[in-house]
């Protein structure tokens, strides 16, 4: 069973920053792209941004663009999700996904356990 693994997720004030990492086996993080998706209470689960599997294009939801940075370590399976100037609005519970990349949850075949995310004002 493939298990990618969310870890960051915390409590910060609007305009504070966290950094979320996501942790995939190797076959998966050297095959797949990278997304991260979150889901609000009460709200659909949203794009967030991707980072294709070779690590050199990246997208961003308009809602975080410029203020979220998605990288990637080969060296650790790692991706990681750098998120500043934090508002109330992104509170959620964050999934990182590997697939064919896109920003629809239906191109992603493995997911995360999430790790939530409250960004108070």
């Known amino acids: 069973q493939v298990q990618l693994v969310e870890s960051g997720g915390g409590l910060v004030e609007a305009g504070g920053s966290l950094r979320l990492s996501c942790t995939a086996p190797?076959?998966?993080?050297?095959?797949?792209?990278l997304g991260w998706f979150r889901q609000a209470p009460g709200k659909e689960r949203e794009f967030v941004s991707a980072?294709?599997?070779?690590?050199?294009?990246?997208y961003y939801a308009d809602s975080v663009k410029g203020r979220f940075a998605a990288s990637r370590d080969a060296a650790k399976n790692t991706v990681y999700l750098q998120m500043n100037s934090l508002r109330p609005e992104d509170t959620a519970v964050y999934y990182c996904?590997?697939?064919?990349?896109?920003?629809?949850?239906?191109?992603?075949?493995?997911w995360g356990q999430g790790t939530r995310v409250t960004v108070s004002s």
């Open positions: 996904a590997a697939g064919t990349g896109g920003p629809g949850p239906d191109l992603y075949r493995y």
């Open positions: 190797g076959s998966v993080f050297h095959s797949y792209a």
């Open positions: 980072i294709s599997w070779h690590g050199d294009t990246t």
